[in-house]
């Protein structure tokens, strides 16, 4: 019994993790080669989640709606790019933060004018809706779908950044963006790949948690600051070490919310279990980010270290 | 572009001085207003106003004299808030323990998130900023004794003998902090402590190169700044006589940041304008239409990529260089 409630949040984590891989690795990517700073790629998954809950209403065809999200936000990343953050690219962190935080409100409410203020649902497919076996415990399909569907993708983003011609130039323009421009690469048109890229990504995030998650205004922010404490935890620009910080950070978010108060009823009396389990259970992410800054401040995978 | 960090801040009588001044004398006015019109609700609107300007005039310090990008100034503000919510809650209510308890605490904590989060630099720092806000935020959304998410009403505010929760007495006595809090600042920028605070700005390495270590003195202007804005948290609680973590909401963290850079960064009195006008264009919009972020969040957009001297430096004299903003430049 244990070891099954074990094994199921561990697979849960492993899930929440992967999702925040997806955000996490769009949002690294452009951090590290645009040093763009955007609060609004929780905004995307957002616009990704509502698109593929309306698509889905409408056709009835969930593949059709995960696959049009994606393509649509990807779409939407660069239109975005093209139409006024490219002014932004120059400028501070700062601000770009606040551009950016403009941009949140401004999607919110786009979101509760279009869509309404009430959560909207979408159903996983029937053939997804049964639970897998694994080892013995019963897992819900589309969990375990989502965690198959974000290791394909991990392994198709690190075949494209490794292996392929684009994925070089988007390696080289993160160590040393000048001399790509200077070789007679159009930075202008790799920048906006990478940021729509990464906008795709989102979007299918936001799209895969429609059935599992209530589809609301302003569900990108606690996911956004989740995936801030990955990349800073993997190192700004590595994908690598968003990977590794986004299941790490999934495992311990995920498991501690439910082994705490569990720990701590078993060691202190009820009532203090009770106060301090919550608010230790959710502390936990922050001050393991905590302890790993205070010995790297770099994160755990600097980008430099890749060489 | 950067201008000699070395020469004095001037102060000469351009029209900015009569603005502020003006601006103050109708802060001022508005108890008298209140009174003869027996309308306490108007020192409660412009009582808010006051505090975000004094949040904004603490982040200032560090964000716009120390280039700190802090994303998570909220939580401070909070914490000034819940010491009022949390020891009246125990039934103590001397309001001189509620004031050095909040600064203490926040003192407290502030020295060990600003130690670490002052190791990195740039986009880390904000990100690192706004994270350790949240674990506030969530610490406090989950302590059901005092209130949880829903927040807390303050059953007894904190105790100033015959004038506590008088409004006119809460009002003054932040005016008067604010009016104290940006001499304060004013003499700090000015000072040897300043000139090392604006140097790190410039250039860090060449200012560590000269043999000042420029990490403690950004420490400490860090911890200064958290108690500005606990300051403007105490403030809160007692004015509104409510507390809830919405207060540390990393929404509020970005609008002190919006206040100072439309106000104007590295200004002493420019974050006062920018609070001020950021809360009348609020209400401004909220009367006029119920989607109002809509516009906001555009509004914003466009004063980043336009107003980039803030309200304040557009006020400048023509020609007076000093008034360009900081250079953001991160090294």
């Given at each position: 019994?244990?070891?099954?409630?074990?094994?199921?949040?561990?697979?849960?984590?492993?899930?929440?993790?992967?999702?925040?891989?997806?955000?996490?690795?769009?949002?690294?990517?452009v951090?590290?080669?645009?040093?763009?700073?955007?609060?609004?790629?929780?905004?995307?998954?957002?616009f990704?989640?509502?698109?593929?809950?309306?698509?889905?209403?409408?056709?009835?065809?969930?593949?059709?709606?995960?696959?049009?999200?994606?393509?649509?936000?990807?779409?939407?990343?660069?239109?975005?790019?093209?139409?006024?953050?490219?002014?932004l690219?120059?400028?501070?962190?700062?601000?770009?933060?606040?551009?950016?935080?403009?941009?949140?409100?401004?999607?919110?409410?786009?979101?509760?004018?279009?869509?309404?203020?009430?959560?909207?649902?979408?159903?996983?497919?029937?053939?997804?809706?049964?639970?897998?076996?694994?080892?013995?415990?019963?897992?819900?399909?589309?969990?375990?779908?989502?965690?198959?569907?974000g290791?394909?993708?991990?392994?198709?983003?690190?075949?494209?950044?490794e292996?392929?011609?684009?994925?070089?130039?988007?390696?080289?323009?993160?160590?040393?963006?000048?001399?790509?421009?200077?070789l007679?690469?159009?930075?202008?048109?790799?920048?906006?790949?990478?940021?729509a890229?990464?906008a795709g990504?989102?979007?299918?995030?936001?799209?895969?948690?429609?059935?599992?998650?209530?589809?609301?205004?302003?569900?990108?922010?606690?996911?956004l600051?989740?995936?801030?404490?990955?990349?800073?935890?993997?190192?700004?620009?590595?994908?690598?070490?968003?990977?590794?910080?986004?299941?790490?950070?999934?495992?311990?978010?995920?498991?501690?919310?439910?082994?705490?108060?569990?720990?701590?009823?078993?060691?202190?009396?009820?009532?203090?279990?009770?106060?301090?389990?919550?608010?230790?259970?959710?502390?936990?992410?922050?001050?393991?980010?905590?302890?790993?800054?205070?010995?790297?401040?770099?994160?755990?995978?600097?980008?430099?270290?890749?060489? | 572009?950067?201008?000699?960090?070395?020469?004095?801040?001037?102060?000469?009588?351009?029209?900015?001085?009569?603005?502020?001044?003006?601006?103050?004398?109708?802060?001022?006015?508005?108890?008298?207003?209140?009174?003869?019109?027996?309308?306490?609700?108007?020192?409660?609107?412009?009582?808010?106003?006051?505090?975000?300007?004094?949040?904004?005039?603490?982040?200032?310090?560090?964000?716009?004299?120390?280039?700190?990008?802090?994303?998570?100034?909220?939580?401070?503000?909070g914490?000034?808030?819940?010491?009022?919510?949390?020891?009246?809650?125990?039934?103590?209510?001397?309001?001189?323990?509620?004031?050095?308890?909040?600064?203490?605490?926040?003192?407290?904590?502030?020295?060990?998130?600003?130690?670490?989060?002052?190791?990195?630099?740039?986009?880390?720092?904000?990100?690192?900023?706004?994270?350790?806000?949240?674990?506030?935020?969530?610490?406090?959304?989950?302590?059901?004794?005092?209130?949880?998410?829903?927040?807390?009403?303050?059953?007894?505010?904190s105790?100033?003998g015959?004038?506590?929760?008088?409004?006119?007495?809460?009002?003054?006595?932040?005016?008067?902090?604010?009016?104290?809090?940006?001499?304060?600042?004013?003499?700090?920028?000015?000072?040897?402590?300043?000139?090392?605070?604006?140097?790190?700005?410039?250039?860090?390495?060449?200012?560590?190169?000269?043999?000042?270590?420029?990490?403690?003195?950004?420490?400490?202007?860090?911890?200064?700044?958290?108690?500005?804005?606990?300051?403007?948290?105490?403030?809160?609680?007692?004015?509104?006589?409510?507390?809830?973590?919405?207060?540390?909401?990393?929404?509020?963290?970005?609008?002190?940041?919006?206040?100072?850079?439309?106000?104007?960064?590295?200004?002493?009195?420019?974050?006062?304008?920018?609070?001020?006008?950021?809360?009348?264009?609020?209400?401004?919009?909220?009367?006029?239409?119920?989607?109002?972020?809509?516009?906001?969040?555009?509004?914003?957009?466009?004063?980043?990529?336009?107003?980039?001297?803030?309200?304040w430096?557009?006020?400048?004299?023509?020609?007076?260089?000093k008034?360009?903003?900081?250079?953001?430049?991160?090294?």
């Amino acid at each position: 019994m244990t070891l099954n409630l074990f094994l199921g949040q561990a697979l849960n984590g492993l899930q929440f993790g992967i999702l925040l891989f997806l955000m996490a690795a769009g949002l690294t990517l452009v951090f590290g080669i645009m040093s763009f700073v955007n609060l609004a790629h929780g905004s995307l998954y957002m616009f990704g989640a509502y698109f593929a809950a309306t698509v889905a209403s409408y056709s009835g065809s969930f593949v059709l709606a995960i696959f049009s999200s994606m393509v649509l936000i990807f779409l939407l990343g660069a239109a975005i790019d093209r139409a006024g953050l490219s002014i932004l690219h120059r400028r501070s962190h700062l601000d770009q933060v606040l551009a950016t935080f403009g941009l949140v409100l401004f999607s919110n409410e786009l979101v509760r004018v279009v869509w309404g203020n009430a959560p909207i649902y979408m159903d996983a497919p029937d053939y997804l809706s049964d639970a897998v076996n694994i080892f013995g415990l019963n897992y819900p399909a589309y969990r375990f779908a989502i965690i198959v569907a974000g290791l394909l993708v991990a392994l198709g983003l690190y075949l494209l950044i490794e292996r392929t011609r684009i994925g070089m130039l988007i390696r080289a323009g993160a160590s040393n963006r000048t001399m790509v421009s200077a070789l007679g690469v159009n930075i202008a048109w790799l920048n906006r790949f990478v940021f729509a890229l990464g906008a795709g990504l989102a979007g299918l995030a936001g799209a895969l948690v429609g059935p599992i998650l209530s589809v609301e205004p302003g569900m990108g922010e606690p996911v956004l600051i989740l995936t801030l404490v990955v990349i800073v935890i993997g190192g700004i620009g590595s994908i690598r070490g968003a990977f590794f910080g986004a299941i790490v950070v999934g495992l311990v978010d995920t498991m501690g919310r439910v082994f705490v108060p569990i720990w701590l009823r078993a060691t202190f009396d009820p009532a203090m279990a009770a106060a301090i389990g919550p608010a230790l259970a959710s502390m936990l992410v922050y001050l393991m980010m905590a302890v790993i800054l205070a010995f790297k401040p770099e994160g755990l995978f600097p980008l430099r270290a890749r060489g | 572009m950067a201008d000699p960090i070395t020469a004095p801040i001037p102060v000469r009588a351009d029209r900015r001085v009569w603005v502020a001044g003006f601006l103050m004398v109708l802060f001022a006015l508005v108890p008298l207003y209140a009174w003869r019109a027996d309308d306490v609700y108007v020192l409660t609107y412009f009582g808010r106003m006051l505090i975000f300007a004094l949040a904004a005039v603490g982040l200032n310090l560090i964000l716009g004299f120390g280039a700190m990008a802090s994303l998570g100034h909220a939580m401070y503000f909070g914490f000034g808030a819940y010491t009022v919510g949390i020891l009246s809650t125990w039934g103590l209510t001397n309001g001189w323990l509620h004031l050095s308890l909040a600064l203490a605490v926040t003192a407290f904590i502030a020295i060990p998130v600003g130690w670490i989060a002052l190791r990195t630099r740039g986009m880390a720092f904000i990100m690192i900023t706004l994270a350790f806000a949240q674990l506030f935020f969530y610490v406090f959304v989950s302590l059901r004794a005092f209130g949880g998410d829903e927040g807390l009403s303050l059953t007894e505010l904190s105790g100033f003998g015959a004038l506590t929760g008088n409004k006119y007495a809460i009002y003054l006595s932040l005016l008067i902090t604010l009016v104290l809090v940006l001499w304060f600042t004013h003499r700090l920028v000015k000072s040897r402590f300043g000139l090392v605070l604006r140097a790190s700005r410039h250039n860090e390495s060449r200012l560590n190169a000269l043999g000042t270590a420029s990490q403690p003195y950004r420490l400490v202007a860090y911890v200064l700044s958290a108690q500005i804005c606990a300051l403007a948290g105490f403030f809160m609680a007692n004015l509104t006589g409510f507390v809830s973590p919405s207060l540390m909401s990393w929404l509020i963290s970005a609008e002190f940041m919006v206040m100072v850079l439309l106000g104007g960064m590295g200004t002493v009195f420019g974050p006062v304008i920018g609070a001020a006008g950021l809360l009348l264009i609020e209400d401004g919009l909220k009367t006029v239409t119920e989607h109002w972020p809509l516009v906001l969040g555009a509004l914003i957009v466009l004063a980043v990529i336009w107003l980039r001297q803030g309200l304040w430096g557009l006020m400048a004299p023509s020609g007076d260089t000093k008034a360009s903003p900081v250079d953001q430049g991160e090294h």
